[in-house]
């Protein structure tokens, strides 16, 4: 069974830079496989998207977030990443993993941008 544990979050001030991780455990392959991405729920908000990759490493960023996001992935040790740099108070949200093969989500980590 396929499980999603998202790492890396934690409160940060605004500027500061931030990396999640998105450990795939018991893939057998499937995370490979498979575009996996990147949402994020702020408070009382709905999911949203942030970024994708797909299997062959080609990237989709929100434009919004395009100028300080990155997604990356290692295949080799089935994670995501996630790497936020000049982090705004808007920021602040639950950020979760998605296997889109799978349709499986990780259980997300909180990361909250404050001074």
């Known amino acids: 069974q396929v499980q999603l544990v998202e790492s890396g979050g934690g409160l940060v001030q605004p500027g500061e830079s931030l990396r999640l991780s998105c450990a795939a455990s018991?893939?057998?392959?499937?995370?490979?496989?498979?575009?996996v991405g990147w949402y994020r729920q702020p408070p009382g908000k709905q999911r949203d998207f942030v970024a994708r990759?797909?299997?062959?490493?080609?990237?989709y960023v929100a434009d919004s977030l395009k100028a300080r996001f990155t997604i990356s992935r290692d295949n080799t040790k089935n994670t995501l990443y996630l790497q936020m740099n000049s982090l705004t108070p808007e920021d602040t949200a639950v950020y979760y993993c998605?296997?889109?093969?799978?349709?499986?989500w990780g259980q997300g980590t909180l990361v909250t941008v404050s001074s």
């Open positions: 990759i797909t299997w062959s490493g080609r990237t």
């Open positions: 018991g893939s057998r392959g499937t995370f490979a496989a498979s575009a």
């Open positions: 998605n296997h889109e093969s799978l349709g499986l």
